[in-house]
C-alpha cells in the first residue's frame, strides 16, 4: 500500500498529477483544490494517498493532509459514493467545511458537489452523521503528528529541509474544541453540531473563542 509520494510534479493535468519520484513517475488523482495547491511544473511537494484496486483497475488518489483523506475514507463507505464522487466532494467543500455539512445535517452543501445529486447528498449527510465527530477529533492529532503543514500546500525541494511549520490549523483548534465538550458529557453528535456552527461563524477563531461560542448554542433556550 502507498500512503504517502514526496517528488517533482511533471505535469498537472485536469485531474491528475504526474510526480516523479527518484524517476519513477506515479500518476495521482487529485480534486481541484489540491492541485492548485501544488507548485508549478519541476517544484517539490508531498501527497498522502488512498489506492483503489480493482480487478481492472489501480488508482491513487492524492489529498493535502491526513485528515483529507481520513474524510475520503469516510465518504467513500456510504454506498453510491465512490472514490471520484468523494473527491468532488472535497474539492468543493474543502476538509473543513465537509464535516461542517455533515455536523449541521447542511444536504445542500453536499449537494453542490459535482455529479452530487439530493438523494446522495441527503444520505451522505444521514449517514455520517454519527460518525463525523470521530474523523473531526482526529484533525488535532493529525495536524500534530504533521508539524501543523499541509503536505500539498507547503512545496518543497526534494533533499531540502523542509519549510518551517504553519500556525495551528482551525481543523486542530475545532478538534480540541470537540473534545472539551465530549469532557463536559455532551454527546458527540450535538457537540460537533455546535462546533461546526461555532467554526462557520468565526472560521479564524482559536479552541477557547470556539468551546465559549459552542457552549451558548448549547445552552438551555428560554
Not at 34 to 45: F, I, S, Y
Not at 129 to 148: L, Q, R, T
Not at 204 to 219: H, M, N, Q, V, Y
Request: hydrophobic share 45%; glycine share 10%; proline share 7%.
Amino acid at each position: 500500500m502507498i500512503g504517502k509520494l514526496t517528488g517533482v510534479v511533471d505535469y498537472k493535468g485536469a485531474d491528475h498529477v504526474l510526480l516523479d519520484v527518484n524517476g519513477v513517475g506515479y500518476v495521482v488523482y487529485c480534486s481541484d483544490r489540491t492541485l492548485a495547491a501544488l507548485p508549478p511544473r519541476g517544484g517539490g511537494a508531498a501527497l498522502f494517498t488512498e489506492m483503489l484496486v480493482r480487478e481492472d483497475l489501480l488508482q491513487l488518489f492524492g489529498f493535502p493532509t491526513l485528515y483529507d483523506r481520513e474524510w475520503h475514507r469516510l465518504l467513500t463507505s456510504v454506498q453510491g459514493v465512490g472514490a471520484k464522487a468523494a473527491m468532488a466532494i472535497l474539492g468543493t467543500l474543502g476538509a473543513e467545511g465537509v464535516a461542517r455539512a455533515i455536523s449541521l445535517g447542511d444536504a445542500a452543501a453536499v449537494k453542490a458537489a459535482p455529479g452530487v445529486g439530493p438523494k446522495l447528498a441527503q444520505r451522505v449527510v444521514h449517514e455520517l452523521k454519527d460518525k463525523a465527530p470521530g474523523v473531526m477529533a482526529m484533525g488535532g492529532e493529525v495536524v500534530e503528528a504533521m508539524g501543523d503543514a499541509p503536505a500539498a500546500a507547503v512545496p518543497v525541494t526534494v533533499g531540502e529541509t523542509p519549510a518551517p511549520a504553519a500556525p495551528r490549523s482551525s481543523s486542530s483548534s475545532q478538534a480540541d474544541a470537540l473534545s472539551a465538550l465530549k469532557n463536559l458529557g455532551y454527546a458527540p453528535a450535538e457537540a460537533a453540531q455546535a462546533v461546526a456552527q461555532a467554526a462557520g461563524d468565526a472560521p479564524e477563531a482559536e479552541t477557547p473563542s470556539l468551546i465559549r461560542a459552542a457552549l451558548k448554542l448549547l445552552a438551555p433556550k428560554e
